[in-house]
């Protein structure tokens, strides 16, 4: 257990639906991190907060998909009109920030469209 | 981002060293080598960073050459629970950087 908690675990949801997942970070970390990954592949950047200041969004984030932070604290990830190609697991990172990226990682939301 | 290049797959036997090795031979001189790993159905993992000089903590040890074109991570005594893809990562850290891009990694299996 990294410290960093998702819920849920596991989502199921019929193509065209819309998805919230959560992330906990690690409660004196001030950047929180979203990555998307699909079987076979590794991680893949979707996008930073530092506090809730969200700075940076990868272009594999449609307009379908939002995050937030507010106050800084825990995240949202929602997923508009979810689509077949949007299932795979998504992981929450959070680190403390500084010269190192040491990135603490959270178990992830394994999503499947159907 | 250095683009690194990982073997798909390697075996050990459990209780020896794991050597993984990675190349990175477009590594600029402020991007850092990172180690992550990931067991099967959790988060990646991180393991260790360096940046010229060889680093070994509590995980394991990492070995960069001089030229810093490559590096190994050594687990020096591999159990079964070590069985995960490995990541090596070449990032620069500090300033307004943040993500990690990560490759396919190498899939490690320690056997019995």
Known sequence: DT??????????TKRGQNVTFRCDPISEHNRLYWYR???GQGPEFLTYFQNEAQLEKSRLLSDRFSAERPKGSFSTLEIQ??????SAMYLCA?????????QFFGPGTRLTVL | DAKTTQPTSM???????????????TISGNEYVYWYRQIHSQGPQYIIHGLKNNE????????ITEDRKSSTLILPHATLRDTAVYYC?????????????FGKGT??????
């Not at chain 1, 410290?3 to 199921?12: F, L, T, Y």
């Not at chain 1, 009109?81 to 949007?86: A, L, S, V, W």
């Not at chain 2, 075996?11 to 031979?25: I, M, T």
């Not at chain 2, 070994?56 to 070995?63: K, P, R």
Request: charged share 20%.
């Open chain 1, 37 to 39: 990954q699909t079987l």
């Open chain 1, 3 to 12: 410290g960093v908690s998702q819920d849920p675990r596991h989502k199921i």
């Open chain 2, 107 to 112: 899939l490690l299996t320690v056997n019995p």
């Open chain 2, 56 to 63: 070994t903590n509590e995980m394991a040890s990492l070995i």
């Open chain 1, 81 to 86: 009109r979810t689509e077949q190609g949007d």
């Open chain 2, 89 to 101: 990562i070449g990032e620069y850290s500090g300033g307004s950087n943040y993500k990690l891009t």
């Open chain 1, 94 to 102: 959070s680190s403390l920030g500084g010269a190192y990226n040491e």
């Open chain 2, 11 to 25: 075996d050990c036997a459990e209780g020896r060293a794991a050597n993984l090795p990675c190349n990175h031979s």
